[in-house]
């Protein structure tokens, strides 16, 4: 809780301060690395011609295949750029305009802290969940017991039983993902 309530204050006040540079800085890294990424492609498909002269062309064509989509994608990207500029920049104007908002706004940190609450209250319905789940057993109890306590042991014994755990395991773990 005290992580999340750090990384909050560090990331509101980064992108209050940077957010319009790092827009910018993502733009331009995105651009140069599909330059780069086409160089390299092509490069790499020049020099591994010399190295598979003997005929071997699955390399040297992958390296071309990714040099060209490389620098088709490099060339919608800069496209995008040119025709999109002025809606770009009321998005990234908008986006510092949103985290000057949530630095003034000390409100939002208590969303990472009610989540956190919230997620282990769904963690541990969940859990009681699959515990019911895997009941559908046979469950048998141990004769010795000591101090009135019993073990319990839980058997899957039919096919149907275990196919029927498993399934339904994967489609709790899938709710909690979703949840969470």
Sequence with gaps: MGTAFFYSLAFIYLMSAF??????VMIV?????LIAGSAVGIYAYAKSKEIFADGDTASPSIA???GIVLAILSAVFLCMLCFGFRS????????????????GTKRIILV???YFFVTLIVIFLWLLAVACIYSIG?????PD????????SVKLDGKNEKQFFVLSFL????GLFWIC
């Design 88 to 103: 770009l920049k009321t998005a990234i104007d908008v986006i510092d305009a949103s985290a000057d908002f949530l630095a």
């Design 64 to 66: 071309l295949t990714l």
């Design 29 to 33: 890294l995105i651009q140069v690395g």
């Design 19 to 24: 957010g319009e540079i790092l827009a910018w």
């Design 171 to 174: 489609f709790m773990l899938f």
């Design 145 to 152: 017991a000591e101090y009135g306590l019993q073990n319990r």
């Design 138 to 142: 046979t469950i048998t109890a141990s």
């Design 112 to 114: 990472p802290v009610l």
